[in-house]
């Protein structure tokens, strides 16, 4: 069974812009959850997504968004950059039921400069 | 509100010998999963290990053990036969799961701890 796969994986910007990053939950998993993971505020929760639905949110501005398509695959939005948007952003997504552990992608390495 | 606590931002063991990671958590809500993932240097969070509030019995995972001790609020993990390639983050985790508040809840994670494996 192939993984979380995540795109891209490598991204540069410039302070403004916008930027979309997708994930692919393994095949099955309804629930899509994104962190933000920097060396100084370590793995930040931003959202949780299940049926198309947002289940949890974490404390980020609206500047940060996401959804979900019927097929479970996940995106998130961040608009206007920031410097302080520079990070690995890690999607993961879950089954539901006994244990529910997440199962993470590869992340997206996204620089603003 | 939930919390997780791994106190030890770094450690070291020798290969082959066993090594137990500290965590400590805080809710009250009396159905909740604790987990323990690795962080390599690659960057990819993998899953080791999960223990629910229910279960009677620690979780093992091959080399990985978690000593869950639920009156302490403590999920320490063990890794017996440390091996070089044990050297990363480790971060442990929880998930609560509350009726009154919708189901199941965001997963907290914790600072992490660094082990390195010497030679």
């Known amino acids: 069974k192939a993984g979380v796969t995540q795109t891209p994986r490598y991204l540069i910007k410039t302070r403004g812009q916008q930027v979309t990053l997708s994930c692919s939950p393994i095949s099955g998993h309804r629930s899509v959850s994104w962190y933000q993971q920097t060396p100084g505020q370590g793995l930040q929760f931003l959202f949780e997504y299940f049926s198309e639905t947002q289940r949890n949110k974490g404390n980020f501005p609206g500047r940060f968004s996401g959804r979900q398509f019927s097929n479970s695959r996940s995106e998130m939005n961040v608009s206007t950059l920031e410097l302080g948007d520079s990070a690995l952003y890690l999607c993961?997504?879950?089954?539901?039921?006994?244990?529910?552990?997440?199962?993470f992608g590869p992340g997206t390495r996204l620089t603003v400069t | 509100a939930q919390k997780i606590t791994q106190t030890q931002p770094g450690m070291f063991v020798q290969e082959k010998e066993a090594v137990t990671l500290d965590c400590t958590y805080d809710t009250s809500d009396p159905s909740y999963g604790l987990f323990w993932y690795k962080q390599p240097s690659s960057g990819e969070m993998i899953f080791l290990i999960y223990?629910?509030?229910?279960?009677?019995q620690n979780a093992t995972e091959g080399r990985y053990s978690l000593n869950f001790q639920k009156a302490r609020k403590s999920a320490n993990l063990v890794i017996s036969a440390s091996q070089l390639g044990d050297s990363a983050m480790y971060f442990c985790?929880?998930?609560?799961?509350?009726?009154?508040?919708?189901?199941?809840?965001?997963?907290?994670f914790g600072t992490g701890t660094k082990l390195q494996v010497i030679p």
């Open positions: 985790a929880m998930r609560l799961y509350s009726v009154n508040s919708g189901g199941y809840q965001k997963v907290t």
């Open positions: 993961a997504s879950s089954l539901e039921g006994q244990g529910n552990e997440q199962y």
């Open positions: 223990q629910g509030s229910y279960d009677q």
